[in-house]
T-cell receptor, first 108, second 116 residues
Framework: GQQVMQIPQYQHVQEGEDFTTYCNSS?????IQWYKQRPGGHPVFLIQLVKSGEVKKQKRLTFQFGEAKKNSSLHITATQTTDVGTYFCAGATNKLIFGTGTLLAVQP | GAVVSQHPSRVICKSGTSVKIECRSL??????MFWYRQFPKQSLMLMAT?????????EQGVEKDKFLINHASLTLSTLTVTSAHPEDSSFYIC????????????FGPGTRLTVL
C-alpha cells in the first residue's frame, strides 16, 4: 500500500540553528499537507502544496513540493523553542496518509 | 472558525466494555470525517473515513465490527470501541473536512483510551 516516509525521525538542535525534514511518498500525490503536533496535543494544519515544484513560505518556515509530486520538505530557519514538536507530512491521493513524523527538539 | 471537538478527552474502562467517542464540528458542516489512531511516539494511522448518511469506509486491517462508526449528521460522528481490550488502548483522533477534495483537515483534541 501507499507509504509516506520522513527523515530524520528525530532532530535535536540548538536554538538559532536551522532544521529540515524530508518527506517521500511511494506514489504520486495530488497534494501534500504539513501538520505540527505539540507534545500531548493534536495535529494542527500548517500548509498545503498542490503544484509540482511549488514553494511556499510562512515566516521562518519554507515548504517545497517536488517536481514529481512524490516528495516534499520543510525547512525552518533559526529555530526557536516554540518550534518544538513533531512535524508530519501527509500525502493526499483519495485519502490522507500521514508520514512517519520528525520530532524536533530545540535546546535554548 | 473550523473547530472540532471530541468527547470524552480521556476514558479508562475495564476490558470487555464498550466505549463511545463523539466527534463534532462546531462551526461548520463536515462533508467527511476521519478517525485516526495514534500509538505513543508513532504516526497517525487512518482507521476509517466517514460520510454523513452512508457507511464508513474502513482501512485494511481495521475490524468494522469492533470499531463501529456512525455519522448521523453533518456535524457529528461517533466511534464505538466494542468489547475493548488492553491492546485497544491508544489516542483516538477525529478530523473533519469541509469539502471532499482532500483539503485541509481540522483535528479534534483527541481521546486517550486506557483499557485495564
Amino acid at each position: 500500500g501507499q507509504q509516506v516516509m520522513q527523515i530524520p525521525q528525530y532532530q535535536h538542535v540548538q536554538e538559532g540553528e536551522d532544521f529540515t525534514t524530508y518527506c517521500n511518498s511511494s506514489t504520486t500525490l495530488s497534494n501534500i499537507q504539513w501538520y505540527k503536533q505539540r507534545p500531548g496535543g493534536h495535529p494542527v494544519f500548517l500548509i498545503q502544496l498542490v503544484k509540482s515544484g511549488e514553494v511556499k513560505k510562512q515566516k521562518r518556515l519554507t515548504f517545497q513540493f517536488g517536481e514529481a509530486k512524490k516528495n516534499s520538505s520543510l525547512h525552518i530557519t533559526a529555530t526557536q523553542t516554540t518550534d518544538v514538536g513533531t512535524y508530519f507530512c501527509a500525502g493526499a491521493t483519495n485519502k490522507l496518509i500521514f508520514g512517519t513524523g520528525t520530532l524536533l527538539a530545540v535546546q535554548p | 472558525g473550523a473547530v472540532v471537538s471530541q468527547h470524552p478527552s480521556r476514558v479508562i474502562c475495564k476490558s470487555g466494555t464498550s466505549v463511545k467517542i463523539e466527534c463534532r464540528s462546531l462551526d461548520f458542516q463536515a462533508t467527511t470525517m476521519f478517525w485516526y489512531r495514534q500509538f505513543p511516539k508513532q504516526s497517525l494511522m487512518l482507521m476509517a473515513t466517514s460520510n454523513e448518511g452512508s457507511k464508513a469506509t474502513y482501512e485494511q486491517g481495521v475490524e468494522k465490527d469492533k470499531f463501529l462508526i456512525n455519522h448521523a449528521s453533518l456535524t457529528l460522528s461517533t466511534l464505538t470501541v466494542t468489547s475493548a481490550h488492553p491492546e485497544d488502548s491508544s489516542f483516538y483522533i477525529c478530523s473533519a473536512t469541509r469539502t471532499s477534495r482532500g483539503d485541509e483537515q481540522f483535528f479534534g483534541p483527541g481521546t486517550r483510551l486506557t483499557v485495564l
